[in-house]
């Protein structure tokens, strides 16, 4: 049994194929797959130099995407958004630059996709880093400019050149080199006239330049003749150097400079009154006392000299008490040694009235003196304040 269609229905079936043919075509013709959904991105260029929809999109030198759109941006179209796809199974970095480059020698463009090294990968629809790299001639044009830059700088020195040339081929010019050519002429005359002049000095002189030569002749025969002499003269020189050497010259003067260094510094110390002779140098009271002790020992001996006898019965130690010398006395003892104090000890530089006696073999270096014992302990407490170890002491 045969099943008969109607015109109308393959009049629509007819129409329906060619619009499915023509969906088809046209997005064939733009780059579009109709049933496989590919990754979509973008990138932003300031020119795309010949890049056209439909062109290729590389990926490590395969055609892996094209280019599906092109359209201006921006408030005054200064930029241009190129949309392209990508085959979805390419997993490409989120750091890849999508760079427009030639494709052939005959100019065509392509974006080729150079990897980044980043982990993560783009997802569609980003927008990744773009580059416009020169094309052939552009490259050809770089290369060829300093080339070209040469060129001219080489025709501008030319033409200086020739135009210096053509300034010397002029009648002033030519002039200017005959005038000089006469000059080197008369330059060329002068020293011959010169070179004459000469012979006739050297002629005209030549016995006195004989004699010349004669006294430098004898010179060196005398040099010659004392050549003993002048040899053991050096040699007393260098007999003298080597002495000099050996007795070490540097190191006494080394030795002497350090002398003469600490002497300076002694001298330093004095003059800012440092050490005992620092003082002594720069203790004006002193020097004053020591006037003054002059003055009463001449007065002393003057009196001595008048009444020697009023100075006989003195003894060796008095404390000032009012008594005879062989009646007992209580001194307080602040320091003992077995040899004696030097003036500059510590006794003696807190009280300098202090007085020196010898007992039982030792130095005994007394601070005041009572008649009663009880005057003495009274001053040995304030003593023991300063002292601690200081006692009394009976005085004979």
Do not use: C
């Not at 733009?30 to 795309?48: Q, S, W």
């Not at 070179?195 to 004669?214: A, P």
């Amino acid at each position: 049994m045969m099943i008969h269609i109607k015109r109308e229905v393959k009049l629509a079936l007819t129409a329906i194929a060619a619009i499915f043919i023509l969906i088809w075509g046209i997005s064939f013709l733009k780059a579009r797959a109709l049933f496989d959904r590919n990754n979509v991105f973008y990138g932003i260029y300031e020119r795309v130099d010949g890049l056209k929809v439909s062109s290729s999109v590389i990926y490590r030198g395969y055609s892996v995407g094209q280019v599906t759109n092109i359209q201006f941006i921006g408030e005054r179209f200064d930029r241009v958004l190129v949309q392209f796809t990508v085959g979805k199974n390419l997993e490409i970095p989120t750091n890849t630059i999508a760079a427009i480059e030639s494709a052939d020698l005959m100019g065509s463009k392509a974006i080729n996709l150079i990897p980044g090294d980043a982990p993560e990968h783009a997802q569609t629809g980003d927008t990744l880093q773009s580059q416009l790299s020169l094309g052939l001639m552009d490259q050809l044009n770089e290369q060829l400019e300093p080339l070209k830059q040469k060129a001219e700088n080489i025709m501008v020195s030319l033409d200086t050149v020739l135009l210096a040339l053509q300034d010397m081929f002029t009648e002033n010019a030519s002039g200017s080199i005959r005038s000089s050519l006469q000059s080197v002429g008369r330059t060329l005359d002068n020293v011959e006239e010169a070179s004459g002049t000469l012979n006739e000095l050297l002629s005209r002189e030549s016995d006195h330049i004989s004699e010349i030569i004669e006294n430098i002749n004898s010179l060196t025969a005398n040099l010659e003749s004392n050549n003993e002499k002048i040899s053991r003269g050096m040699d007393n020189i260098v007999d003298i150097s080597d002495s000099l050497r050996a007795a070490n010259l540097g190191n006494t003067l080394r030795h002497l400079d350090g002398i003469l260094a600490q002497t300076d510094s002694i001298m330093a110390k004095i003059n800012h009154g440092q050490g005992t002779l620092g003082g002594a140098v720069n203790d004006e009271e002193l020097y004053f006392n020591l006037v003054a002790i002059s003055e009463n020992l001449n007065k002393l001996l003057t009196e001595f000299r008048q009444d020697p006898k009023r100075f006989i019965n003195l003894s060796v130690f008095d404390f000032g008490s009012g008594k005879a010398a062989n009646e007992s006395h209580y001194g307080i003892a602040i320091a003992e040694s077995s040899t004696p104090l030097p003036v500059n000890a510590e006794p003696y530089l807190s009280y300098p009235e202090l007085k020196q006696i010898r007992k039982n073999g030792k130095y005994l270096y007394l601070l005041s003196a009572r008649s009663t014992l009880k005057q003495a302990k009274k001053d040995l407490e304030k003593v023991k304040e300063s002292f601690p170890d200081a006692y009394i002491v009976k005085i004979d």
